[in-house]
């Protein structure tokens, strides 16, 4: 923030801190006068921070607080502990001001140097958050002097409500209710499939050669037709890849997931081989341990 900015932001308020410390005015060779009045000429740059001594300041307000205990005003923690935050801002602000305005080497002092203006922001902080407060304060002092309205709606005012028409008779609303009421059975989830019986691909492998030497050709739903299982399903779809393996049958798809046409091009008699990898016993994790 520019020194020309500051100058035209501190001449809205009339007090940067409006009564933060009220009452307490000091006495400086170079300033007589209230403390709020001090602040507000340092942050319209009406007067330089560095000509004011901050250890007489702080004196005369440890004065000031002696008196307000001798007079049995009792000792003010918020209002001195507002002049604390205050005073140290001036003194970083004074810090700032003391070093040279000309060419900086020092990062750090350039940084100081930098800091002027956000300290001269800080005190215009100060001055907005108490006006905001007083605002906050004003409309929690209005908002507790009125109250809700707890009676009920005054006749005339509820002549003015429209009719409320529900399409629903008492029939319909005793069925809603009947099916909402009514407890649910509790789904149950069976486990059957877990424990079905192997099926082998070798015997389900015999049973559809001898359908396809049987009939020659005939369809994969033909096939499955009696399979009372998804188990035997999937069995004779491996014993058909199987079978094709081995050179025995010819598979024909019309169009894309279209009928699947199984042809028998085998010998009409004789064993047909067909893998056991599929009808291996399944190992648990111990045996496969041992292996």
Same mark, same amino acid.
């Given at each position: 923030?520019?020194?020309?900015?500051?100058?035209?932001?501190?001449?809205?308020?009339?007090?940067?801190?409006?009564?933060? +410390?009220?009452?307490?005015?000091?006495?400086?060779?170079?300033?007589?006068?209230?403390?709020?009045l001090?602040?507000?000429?340092?942050?319209?740059h009406?007067?330089?921070?560095?000509?004011v001594?901050?250890?007489?300041?702080?004196?005369?307000?440890?004065?000031?607080?002696?008196?307000?205990?001798?007079?049995?005003?009792?000792?003010?923690?918020?209002?001195?502990t507002?002049?604390l935050? +205050?005073?140290?801002?001036?003194?970083?602000?004074? =810090?700032?001001? &003391?070093?040279?305005?000309?060419?900086?080497?020092?990062?750090?002092?350039?940084?100081?140097?930098?800091?002027?203006?956000?300290l001269?922001?800080?005190? &215009?902080?100060?001055?907005?958050?108490k @006006?905001?407060?007083?605002?906050?304060?004003e409309?929690?002092?209005r908002? @507790?002097?009125?109250?809700?309205?707890? +009676? =009920?709606?005054?006749?005339?005012?509820?002549?003015?409500?429209?009719?409320?028409?529900?399409?629903?008779?008492?029939?319909?609303?005793?069925?809603?209710?009947?099916?909402?009421?009514?407890?649910?059975?509790?789904? =149950?989830?069976?486990?059957?499939? &877990?424990?079905?019986?192997?099926?082998?691909?070798?015997?389900?492998?015999?049973?559809?050669?001898?359908?396809?030497?049987?009939a020659?050709?005939?369809t994969?739903?033909?096939?499955?037709?009696?399979?009372?299982?998804?188990?035997?399903?999937?069995?004779r779809?491996?014993?058909?890849?199987?079978?094709?393996?081995?050179?025995?049958?010819?598979? @024909?798809?019309?169009?894309?997931?279209?009928?699947?046409?199984?042809?028998?091009?085998?010998?009409a008699?004789?064993?047909i081989?067909?893998?056991?990898?599929?009808?291996?016993?399944?190992?648990?994790?111990? @045996? =496969?341990?041992?292996?």
């Open positions: 923030m520019s020194q020309e900015n500051l100058s035209t932001a501190g001449t809205a308020p009339a007090s940067i801190t409006d009564g933060r +410390v009220a009452g307490f005015s000091l006495h400086l060779t170079n300033f007589d006068g209230p403390f709020d001090l602040l507000q000429l340092i942050s319209r009406k007067m330089d921070i560095t000509e001594a901050l250890g007489a300041v702080t004196d005369e307000f440890i004065s000031y607080i002696k008196q307000l205990e001798n007079a049995d005003q009792g000792w003010d923690l918020d209002k001195t507002e002049f935050v +205050v005073a140290a801002t001036l003194l970083d602000l004074k =810090a700032a001001k &003391l070093l040279p305005s000309g060419e900086v080497d020092d990062e750090s002092d350039l940084a100081l140097l930098e800091a002027r203006d956000l001269f922001a800080r005190l &215009l902080q100060y001055r907005a958050f @006006e905001i407060a007083a605002i906050f304060s409309r929690i002092d908002e @507790e002097k009125s109250f809700a309205r707890l +009676v =009920a709606l005054e006749p005339h005012f509820a002549q003015l409500l429209p009719e409320v028409l529900i399409g629903v008779g008492a029939q319909r609303f005793a069925a809603i209710a009947n099916r909402v009421l009514t407890p649910k059975t509790t789904p =149950a989830f069976s486990i059957d499939h &877990l424990h079905q019986p192997l099926v082998s691909v070798a015997e389900q492998a015999a049973k559809v050669i001898e359908h396809l030497r049987r020659g050709r005939a994969f739903r033909a096939l499955i037709a009696d399979a009372d299982s998804t188990l035997v399903v999937v069995a779809f491996l014993s058909l890849l199987e079978l094709y393996r081995e050179g025995v049958v010819r598979f @024909e798809q019309m169009v894309s997931l279209g009928e699947l046409q199984i042809t028998w091009i085998g010998t008699s004789g064993e081989r067909v893998s056991d990898e599929f009808d291996l016993p399944v190992q648990t994790i111990d @045996e =496969a341990d041992n292996v």
